[in-house]
């Protein structure tokens, strides 16, 4: 084949439907690359979200997990605190009861000294009246004394 052969084949089997055929073969192509690119794309944006996503969740862990050992270590806090409270409470109540026997028997001895204060008075009394009886008594002898004795023993008279 020479080169005016070719030309004549050319012009022969290359007509409108030839360039039609072609140009649709061509934009054909040109839409699978189009298409393939863009899911490409998003196929490169979902991973990367995806990545960022799985990161975001493993924070989002690793904060659940610092809170809920921080929330742990409060709750224990809170139950040292009660412990202490509850042997605070026994404390106090123990306390309270001490004072009550206490105060009972400082009221005892209140009254028991109230009682001996009561004996001491009346022996005081008692006492009191026997030395006023023992003064009258020995006034009277004093007097009967001094009538009795004559007269030179009652200061020269």
Same mark, same amino acid.
């Given at each position: 084949?020479?080169?005016?052969?070719?030309?004549?084949?050319?012009?022969?089997?290359?007509?409108?439907?030839?360039?039609?055929?072609?140009?649709?073969? #061509?934009?054909?192509?040109? /839409?699978?690359? &189009?298409?393939?690119?863009? $899911?490409?794309? *998003?196929? @490169?944006?979902? +991973?990367?979200?995806?990545?960022?996503?799985?990161?975001?969740?493993?924070?989002?862990?690793?904060?659940?997990?610092?809170?809920?050992?921080?929330?742990?270590?409060? #709750?224990?806090?809170?139950? /040292?605190?009660? &412990?202490?409270?509850?042997? $605070?409470?026994? *404390?106090? @109540?123990?306390? +309270?009861?001490?004072?009550?026997?206490?105060?009972?028997?400082?009221?005892?001895?209140?009254?028991?000294?109230?009682?001996?204060?009561?004996?001491?008075?009346?022996? #005081?009394?008692?006492?009191? /009246?026997?030395?006023?009886?023992?003064?009258?008594?020995?006034? *009277?002898?004093?007097?009967?004394?001094?009538?009795?004795?004559?007269?030179?023993?009652?200061?020269?008279?």
């Amino acid at each position: 084949m020479t080169g005016s052969d070719l030309r004549d084949h050319i012009k022969r089997d290359f007509n409108l439907n030839t360039v039609v055929a072609l140009v649709g073969f #061509l934009s054909l192509f040109a /839409t699978i690359i &189009s298409v393939w690119t863009g $899911i490409q794309f *998003r196929q @490169t944006k979902m +991973e990367e979200w995806q990545q960022s996503h799985m990161e975001f969740h493993a924070q989002l862990k690793a904060d659940s997990s610092s809170l809920r050992a921080s929330y742990d270590a409060q #709750l224990n806090n809170m139950r /040292t605190q009660l &412990s202490e409270l509850d042997n $605070i409470t026994y *404390r106090i @109540t123990s306390n +309270e009861k001490s004072i009550e026997a206490m105060d009972t028997r400082i009221s005892r001895i209140s009254e028991s000294y109230t009682n001996q204060l009561g004996d001491v008075r009346s022996q #005081l009394a008692n006492i009191s /009246t026997q030395l006023a009886l023992a003064n009258q008594s020995l006034l *009277r002898v004093e007097k009967s004394d001094l009538k009795n004795t004559p007269n030179e023993y009652r200061g020269g008279q």
